[in-house]
C-alpha cells in the first residue's frame, strides 16, 4: 500500500482512494465477491479495457482490492476486496442509495432498475 501521500484533510485522502471514473462502480460491483476482469468490463462496458485496467491497478496499488492470478491455461485473473477495502463496503452502498433517491426526488427513471 502507498503511504507516500500527505493529506491535509480526511475528505481529500478518502477521495484520493476512492474518486476516479470507475473506481466506485468497481467496488460496487465487488461487493458480492471476486470478478475477473472480463465480468467487470460488461458491468462497465463505457470503460475502454485500458481504462479499466489502471483503475484496477490504482486500487490494487492503494491496498483496496486483491489481484489474484491462477496459473491455468488461458490465465484467470480475479479481483477482490482486501480487509481495508472491504471497510469502504457500507460507503460503497450508501452512495449508492443516494444516487436512488436522486433518481426519485428528481423524478428520471433509475437506469441501473436491474440492480435493484
Partial sequence: MNQNRTFHCTIAAAMCFIGGKYKPIILWHLIDGPKRFN?????????????????????????????????VVPPKTEYSFTELGSTLIPLIKEIREWGVYYFEATGQKNPCDKDL
Avoid: N
Fill in 39 to 71: 465480468k467487470l468490463q460488461k458491468f462497465i462496458p463505457q470503460a475502454t479495457p485500458r481504462m479499466l485496467t489502471m483503475q484496477l491497478r490504482q486500487l490494487e496499488s492503494d491496498g483496496l482490492i486483491h489481484r489474484e492470478v491462477f496459473p
